[in-house]
């Protein structure tokens, strides 16, 4: 009997696949992740895209020909005093990060936002808790 793939598993081959600097982007922007939250939880969602998640979507990576976009779930009311949204700016709830070819988000700023969306997510679950 054939197990369908971990989503990590999914990430890891989607990753290999790209084979060119959207899966070198999409692989450290997942290292970073995993270091700013090590308890972060992968999935694969919406026919292939890779999402991270923690008490809610923290933010999704689209691989497009010209960019990789992380959209924050809840990107709009997070602080992002480095101003690493460049994308998705007109909304009411996301923000996306587009990286294009030999950008480098500041890893420090970016792990910083994950974990400030990591903290709505927990402040938002709590709040509907009560």
């Known amino acids: 009997m054939m197990t369908e793939p971990s989503p990590s598993e999914?990430?890891?081959?989607?990753?290999?696949e790209l084979?060119?600097?959207r899966g070198e982007t999409l692989a450290r922007i997942r290292a970073l992740i995993h270091e700013a939250i090590p308890q972060v939880i992968e999935t694969w969602k919406w026919r292939g895209i890779p999402v991270w998640e923690h008490d809610g979507i923290i933010c999704t990576g689209e691989t497009y020909k010209a960019v990789v976009k992380l959209t924050f779930a809840k990107g709009a009311a997070l602080d992002d005093p480095?101003?690493?949204f460049?994308?998705?700016l007109e909304g009411n709830t996301r923000r996306a990060i587009d990286i294009h070819d030999?950008?480098?988000p500041d890893a420090q700023a970016f792990k910083a936002l994950v974990r400030a969306a990591v903290a709505l997510n927990a402040a938002s679950r709590s709040s509907r808790r009560r």
């Open 10 to 16: 999914l990430i890891d081959s989607r990753i290999a």
């Open 86 to 88: 460049n994308a998705s």
């Open 82 to 84: 480095q101003q690493l």
């Open 102 to 104: 030999g950008e480098t």
């Open 19 to 21: 084979g060119d600097w």
